[in-house]
């Protein structure tokens, strides 16, 4: 059994795990599409388990935090694209089993790592369209072969490719994304993003496609981006207009990067939490890449930050739950149950289970799949469907920025990693938001994606405390030792000068471009 402590609302997993009967060590995955690990004998020991003031411990089955038991035969698998059925759970989760799940993250320092992940719109060189499907299937059979990568299927259809803990993947309108690996240093992150660009360009030259760094796709309406056969996403194409006016276009037009890092307990989940939604409209600001909508400018620095606010608002925004006294692993898990569910995967089909709760499907009334109750999966494959500035797993995402040219893929894992993984910097950021109130927050979201860096805050603009910000963010990689803070050039050249990068795009259009778009498939191309 896995021993989780529990301290009045605080939940914690020591993730320095001793040798159990198989002789392996045993720790859990840090970032997306790292698998649970699984062992074949049915216990495993959490050595020198304690929390600050523990009162109640609690056991739970080892399945809650990733294994594979005899009574309940599931295992956490990647989420997107699943990879199999988990059995029918035989009894019930818990609400105590779902809070487990997520301090099952937990993990010491020395165990912290860094998972970065971008997307990237594919084209055609000649006439600048969207790849279709088929011209995409084709590229990822070449870097399959070429580059020795797993083929991901769903059906007879390719839809991704998996090596060691990177991933391919498509979203809905065929935006290109790799999920990296979790890795200790940013000179591996950025070598991580150079080698995966190398190899899609490699393949994609050869077939006349080129790869475009930015947030919003510039030139094409909804209609001309071509849908990728993945059964989720026809369900979420259902389910958005019903809930939102631009959903579609999340889907099918923007893209993002993001990184995901680590925490070493409920307590420092929830002050990086804080810090991270405090300061996601800074990063909003400084990565802002998406001034261009069907030819035209659109108004905002950042359009794809803009369509996240009218898209889901039952799953989406900067969650003010987060900073109350109570805010936990528990909290989050209340919210999270409440959110509607899009789909249950079962059998290799993605059954629609839009407008229900996982609440209701923890109670076994899903009218999809009357009377079945969830397992593991299901919860782990829900959680990817909630959509706000931070998101918690067993991890948390940094969901805020653009996506844009290799440097800025370098340069906004080494922003947060500055803030979040130093103590110092840390701690200097939650003093700095402390009196920021709830509507001033919500201010910043709201305002940021059409003003960036000028948007009014108290006395001045947003633009000096991103001065503050990036000087807390290099300090803080300088005291990593790992010689990281020239990956935040990219980023200071903006503070220093005030101008996003939408606003230098805008420049040239209004100028040397002479109001068109088509060049800036040239000046982001990777």
């Keep these: 059994?896995?021993?989780?402590?529990?301290?009045?609302?605080?939940?914690?997993?020591?993730?320095?795990?001793?040798?159990?009967?198989?002789?392996?060590?045993?720790?859990?995955?840090?970032?997306?599409?790292?698998?649970?690990?699984i062992v074949k004998e049915n216990w495993v020991n959490f050595s020198s388990l304690?929390?600050?003031?523990?009162?109640?411990?609690?056991?739970?089955?080892?399945?809650?935090?990733?294994?594979?038991?005899?009574?309940?035969?599931?295992?956490?698998?990647a989420a997107s694209p699943p990879t199999e059925d988990a059995l029918?759970?035989?009894?019930?989760?818990?609400?105590?089993?779902?809070?487990?799940?997520?301090?099952?993250?937990?993990?010491?320092?020395?165990?912290w790592r860094i998972g970065t992940e971008h997307e990237k719109f594919g084209f055609e060189i000649k006439t600048l369209r969207p790849m279709k499907y088929e011209q995409i299937a084709e590229l990822l059979n070449g870097i399959s072969e070429r580059?020795?990568?797993?083929?991901?299927?769903?059906?007879?259809?390719?839809?991704?490719?998996?090596?060691?803990?990177?991933?391919?993947?498509?979203?809905?309108?065929?935006?290109?994304?790799?999920?990296?690996?979790?890795?200790?240093?940013?000179?591996?992150?950025?070598?991580?993003?150079?080698?995966?660009?190398?190899?899609?360009?490699?393949?994609?030259?050869?077939?006349?496609?080129?790869?475009?760094?930015i947030g919003f796709q510039p030139k094409l309406g909804l209609k001309d981006i071509p849908v990728m056969p993945k059964g989720r996403y026809e369900i979420m194409r259902n389910y958005m207009p019903k809930v939102g006016s631009l959903g579609l276009d999340m889907m099918f037009r923007t893209c993002t990067?993001?990184?995901?890092?680590?925490?070493?307990?409920?307590?420092d989940m929830i002050r990086k939490f804080r810090a991270g939604l405090a300061l996601q409209p800074i990063a909003t600001a400084l990565f802002a890449n998406s001034p261009f909508t069907e030819g035209k400018p659109n108004g905002y620095l950042s359009m794809r930050s803009q369509i996240w606010t009218d898209t889901d608002k039952d799953r989406t925004g900067m969650l003010p739950f987060v900073f109350d006294d109570s805010f936990g692993f528990e909290q989050y898990v209340d919210y999270a149950l409440d959110v509607p569910m899009y789909f249950v995967y079962r059998k290799k089909k993605y059954i629609d289970c839009t407008g229900m709760t996982f609440r209701d499907f923890m109670a076994g009334k899903l009218p999809c799949i009357p009377g079945e109750l969830p397992n593991l999966n299901d919860w782990e494959n829900h959680l990817t469907t909630i959509f706000p500035e931070v998101r918690l797993k067993r991890y948390l995402e940094m969901r805020g920025a653009d996506g844009g040219p290799w440097r800025r893929l370098c340069a906004l894992p080494a922003f947060w990693v500055g803030?979040?993984?130093?103590?110092?910097?840390?701690?200097?950021?939650?003093?700095?938001?402390?009196?920021?109130?709830?509507?001033?927050?919500?201010?910043?979201?709201?305002?940021?994606?059409?003003?960036?860096?000028?948007?009014?805050?108290?006395?001045?603009?947003?633009?000096?405390?991103?001065?503050?910000v990036l000087k807390l963010a290099k300090d803080g990689l300088e005291r990593r030792g790992f010689k990281e803070s020239g990956f935040l050039n990219e980023v200071a050249e903006?503070?220093?000068?005030?101008?996003?990068?939408?606003?230098?795009?805008?420049?040239?259009?209004?100028?040397?471009?002479?109001?068109?778009?088509?060049?800036v498939f040239e000046e982001l191309l990777y």
């Design 419 to 468: 803030l979040l993984y130093d103590e110092v910097s840390l701690q200097s950021i939650l003093d700095m938001t402390a009196d920021w109130t709830s509507e001033e927050r919500e201010m910043l979201r709201n305002k940021v994606p059409k003003t960036g860096l000028k948007t009014p805050f108290r006395d001045g603009l947003l633009w000096h405390i991103a001065e503050d």
């Design 1 to 37: 059994m896995a021993l989780v402590s529990k301290a009045g609302s605080s939940y914690c997993i020591r993730s320095d795990i001793t040798r159990g009967r198989t002789r392996q060590n045993v720790a859990f995955g840090a970032v997306n599409n790292v698998e649970a690990p």
């Design 88 to 111: 029918i759970a035989t009894e019930p989760l818990t609400k105590q089993d779902l809070v487990g799940y997520l301090a099952s993250g937990c993990k010491s320092k020395e165990k």
């Design 494 to 519: 903006v503070v220093r000068t005030g101008v996003t990068p939408a606003e230098k795009l805008l420049e040239l259009y209004h100028g040397k471009w002479g109001q068109s778009v088509d060049p």
């Design 147 to 213: 580059f020795d990568w797993e083929k991901v299927m769903e059906g007879d259809k390719i839809i991704g490719l998996k090596q060691g803990k990177q991933s391919i993947s498509l979203e809905p309108g065929g935006q290109f994304e790799l999920s990296g690996a979790p890795l200790e240093t940013l000179h591996q992150t950025c070598a991580e993003v150079n080698s995966h660009l190398y190899q899609v360009k490699a393949v994609a030259e050869e077939m006349g496609i080129g790869f475009l760094g």
């Design 50 to 77: 304690s929390c600050k003031n523990a009162r109640v411990a609690q056991f739970f089955p080892l399945e809650t935090v990733g294994f594979r038991s005899k009574r309940r035969n599931s295992v956490i698998v």
């Design 257 to 267: 990067v993001q990184v995901n890092l680590d925490f070493s307990s409920e307590a």
